[in-house]
């Protein structure tokens, strides 16, 4: 009798760079020492660990390279992550979230070609595109291919929305010129990254090895891919849009969006909101795609723990219609007009969250009394050209 694995990877219609490269037998690898960033997402369709498949067939793993939460994926957001050995392998696993965040030519010595194997979820603070610019950095100043194993996007290749990170607002969180939700896949920004000069003026030897099968209007059920958390917070693939639709209004410690409970990203509320008066006056607004339920619920950690948060359970009911980082804006204007004190900005996180917007103009019209539609209107202005400028590095 076939398993339900083995009946779900029979349908799937979609392949993952991986999954290309494994079929191939790793032949573009074979004779090389391989350094792998990767953490626990970096699987094929039988939910194979990529470490298991290249040592089995013969690949010479001689490092491995983590991104924030590690190559194990269980370090919290924004918590350093030391230098160690894979337990299973004995293979050096090297910290990109540490005391450095671009590998150095120490960690690289020994190594002929890197390979990234990562899934992202599509918005630019997600912190892995980050770390991929920073890898072909370090690839091109030590004379090294780079292999990008190319993965869905999970909130959908034509989503593009938001703002292109201004001069002043780059950080890890926003590091190169894209929108908010960017529709690229991974290897396609890697395109854009090496094209556009967004890697100090270099280029490095990149080799994206394409998946088969995916479209860009295609949701991630529909590519039949098994799902692996992306970290903590993100245990679904529907949570990648979650996370775009509340991640920018979470940036503010004043408010829950469902972290330290059972629905990250999925709710939005504080101790003193009515949970009734905030459904009513956000399905009052009907934007497009998404519908909310009051709910009530007390944190297990994080922000509020312990105490009782009235707000919004978040539900799309479509995903191809709904604008997904509009929702941020329209829960704070949402909040304002329910409580006008509502004190927002607190000094230790207004610059976090001007980072994560790629721009100061959100919080300056927000605390000047203007709209939601007018902050969305002018955030998303850049998404139009964006697309213009991406088509070129569109592999898909």
Same mark, same amino acid.
Request: with cysteine; proline share 6%.
């Given at each position: 009798?076939?398993?339900? =694995?083995?009946?779900?990877?029979?349908?799937?219609?979609?392949?993952?760079?991986?999954?290309?490269?494994?079929?191939? !037998?790793? $032949?573009?690898?074979?004779?090389?020492?391989?350094?792998?960033?990767?953490?626990?997402?970096? +699987?094929?369709?039988?939910? !194979?660990?990529?470490?298991?498949?290249?040592?089995?067939?013969?690949?010479?793993?001689? /490092?491995?390279?983590?991104?924030?939460?590690?190559?194990?994926?269980?370090?919290?957001? &924004?918590?350093?992550?030391?230098?160690? !050995?894979?337990?299973?392998?004995? +293979?050096? *696993?090297?910290? =990109?979230?540490?005391?450095? !965040?671009?590998?150095?030519?120490?960690?690289?010595?020994?190594?002929? $070609?890197?390979?990234?194997?990562?899934?992202?979820?599509?918005?630019?603070?997600?912190?892995?595109?980050?770390?991929?610019?920073?890898?072909? *950095?370090?690839?091109? *100043?030590?004379? =090294?291919?780079?292999?990008?194993?190319?993965?869905?996007?999970?909130?959908?290749?034509?989503?593009?929305? &938001?703002?292109?990170?201004?001069?002043?607002?780059?950080?890890?969180?926003?590091?190169?010129?894209?929108?908010?939700?960017?529709?690229?896949?991974?290897?396609?920004?890697?395109?854009?990254?090496?094209?556009?000069?967004?890697?100090? &003026?270099?280029?490095?030897?990149?080799?994206?090895?394409? #998946?088969?099968?995916?479209?860009?209007? #295609?949701?991630?059920?529909?590519?039949?891919?098994?799902?692996?958390?992306?970290?903590?917070? @993100?245990?679904?693939?529907?949570?990648?849009?979650?996370?775009?639709?509340?991640?920018?209004?979470?940036?503010?410690?004043?408010?829950?969006?469902?972290?330290?409970? %059972? =629905?990250?990203?999925?709710?939005?509320?504080?101790?003193?909101?009515? /949970?009734?008066?905030? /459904?009513?006056?956000?399905?009052?607004?009907?934007?497009?795609? +998404?519908?909310?339920?009051? #709910?009530?619920?007390?944190?297990?950690?994080?922000?509020?723990?312990?105490?009782?948060?009235?707000? @919004?359970?978040?539900?799309?009911?479509?995903?191809?219609?709904? *604008?997904?980082?509009?929702?941020?804006?329209?829960?704070?204007?949402?909040?304002?007009?329910?409580?006008?004190?509502?004190?927002?900005?607190?000094?230790? %996180?207004?610059? #976090?969250?001007?980072?994560?917007?790629?721009? &100061?103009?959100?919080?300056?019209?927000?605390?000047?009394?203007?709209?939601?539609?007018?902050?969305?209107?002018?955030?998303?202005?850049? /998404?139009?050209?964006?697309?213009?400028?991406? $088509?070129?590095?569109?592999?898909?």
């Amino acid at each position: 009798m076939l398993s339900l =694995l083995a009946i779900t990877v029979a349908l799937a219609p979609v392949e993952s760079g991986l999954d290309v490269l494994r079929a191939n !037998r790793f $032949a573009d690898l074979k004779g090389k020492k391989v350094g792998l960033i990767t953490n626990p997402t970096g +699987v094929d369709r039988t939910v !194979r660990s990529n470490i298991d498949l290249m040592i089995d067939s013969g690949v010479k793993l001689v /490092a491995l390279y983590g991104p924030e939460h590690g190559v194990r994926g269980s370090v919290p957001a &924004g918590v350093y992550v030391e230098n160690g !050995r894979d337990p299973k392998t004995g +293979v050096p *696993e090297y910290s =990109l979230y540490g005391k450095t !965040r671009k590998p150095t030519a120490e960690m690289l010595r020994g190594v002929d $070609a890197l390979v990234f194997d990562i899934q992202d979820i599509g918005s630019r603070s997600y912190t892995y595109i980050s770390t991929l610019g920073v890898c072909m *950095e370090a690839a091109a *100043e030590n004379n =090294l291919p780079l292999y990008v194993l190319d993965r869905p996007n999970p909130i959908g290749g034509d989503r593009v929305e &938001g703002n292109i990170t201004e001069d002043g607002f780059k950080s890890f969180v926003s590091a190169y010129p894209v929108p908010y939700c960017h529709g690229l896949t991974i290897g396609e920004f890697a395109r854009m990254a090496n094209g556009e000069g967004w890697l100090k &003026g270099k280029k490095c030897d990149l080799k994206v090895i394409s #998946m088969k099968g995916w479209r860009r209007s #295609m949701t991630w059920a529909e590519t039949g891919l098994p799902w692996v958390l992306t970290s903590p917070h @993100v245990p679904h693939a529907s949570s990648s849009a979650y996370y775009a639709a509340t991640g920018i209004f979470g940036e503010l410690d004043t408010v829950s969006i469902g972290v330290g409970y %059972t =629905l990250p990203f999925e709710l939005a509320g504080a101790p003193g909101i009515g /949970a009734e008066s905030l /459904a009513n006056e956000m399905n009052r607004r009907k934007l497009p795609g +998404v519908f909310f339920r009051p #709910m009530t619920w007390t944190p297990f950690y994080a922000a509020f723990k312990g105490q009782s948060c009235g707000g @919004v359970n978040i539900y799309f009911t479509d995903e191809r219609k709904v *604008e997904l980082s509009r929702i941020n804006f329209e829960l704070m204007d949402a909040f304002r007009k329910l409580k006008p004190d509502f004190d927002f900005f607190k000094p230790s %996180t207004a610059n #976090m969250f001007d980072k994560v917007c790629g721009t &100061g103009s959100v919080r300056s019209m927000f605390s000047s009394g203007q709209s939601a539609s007018a902050i969305w209107q002018k955030w998303n202005a850049g /998404a139009a050209g964006f697309q213009s400028k991406r $088509a070129k590095y569109l592999l898909y």
